[in-house]
């Protein structure tokens, strides 16, 4: 069982929001404890030697019956990175046990490009999962997340990775959500909420795409739903982090594999849960004697 840090830090102004430790950031003269837990998530690793080389960025994708549009996202976002100054990348793309074509047209893209690691789950273990175990074999000293259905737009990385530079993790939020009302009105009374029971001012943790300190990540827990608190995951860590504007892209293929009535009730016992892990923590300093 893992033991969290407590929540610590205020809201700053805009352009960007940061949340967190004190401004000079991170873990900087700070212990900090976590107990390990063991692997609960069997998964297999299938990838190319290059993908063995230690890399400056990993950008993992949770793929779940995205046969459809995955190969025109990994396109894309290789056009993006490739081009992005002494950066050496990989892309680590995280087959949740997906039951169409994905497997094969994964298979494709590894094949086709040295950047491209494949990790499949077995069985099925949803997003949360999926993101834990990307982060766990992420090579890059910085690591992005972000969907696979196109929706997130891979040219605001390089936005996210200028704003990684003042602090521990960037978060984007979806100014311009391109959704259903339904989507979009659940996703704001959820935010509010779990703003109002945390304490906090995410804006929009729905959103994937987000970059980080691998390190701040690498012993992210396997629980089902913990995706949507990342950001209080590593505010209890004493992480800086800080909020931009991201663009967000209508669904042009494949189908949601979700729906807000769907994920609610499961939300709000994972909302209680984080609560009780903040305010159950005990802080503490560690004076080596």
Partial sequence: MYLFLRLRG?????????????KLGGFTGRSVAVCKMNEVSTYKKQG??????????????PVYNESECIRAVVDELCGVLSVI???????????????DDTPRVLADLRSASAHVRVLTL??????????????????????????????NDPNDIPRLLEELKQCDCCCGYRANRKDSFSRRYGSKLANFVRNAVLG???????????????????D???????????????????????????????????????????????TVWDLMAV???KCRYQKYTLEMV
């Fill in 48 to 61: 190319s030697g290059a993908a063995d080389m230690r890399k400056d960025l990993s950008v993992v994708l």
């Fill in 122 to 151: 077995v069985p099925n273990s949803g997003q949360s999962a999926a993101f834990s175990a990307g982060f766990r074999n992420a090579s890059g000293s910085v690591t992005v997340a972000m969907d696979a259905d196109g929706q």
């Fill in 220 to 266: 992210f827990p396997p629980l089902n739903g913990m995706h949507r608190f990342i950001p209080s995951y590593l505010m209890m860590k004493g992480a800086v982090i800080r909020q931009i504007p991201v663009n967000h892209r209508p669904r042009k293929l494949g189908t949601s594999k979700y729906t807000n009535i769907g994920r609610l009730a499961k």
């Fill in 275 to 277: 609560k009780w892990m």
């Fill in 10 to 22: 205020a809201i700053a102004p805009c352009p960007s929001t940061v949340l967190g430790a004190d």
């Fill in 85 to 99: 100054k002494d950066c050496p990348y990989e892309i680590i793309l995280v087959n949740d046990g997906s039951t």
């Fill in 200 to 218: 906090e001012s995410i804006v929009d943790t729905g959103c994937s795409l987000k970059a980080f300190r691998t390190d701040l990540v690498r």
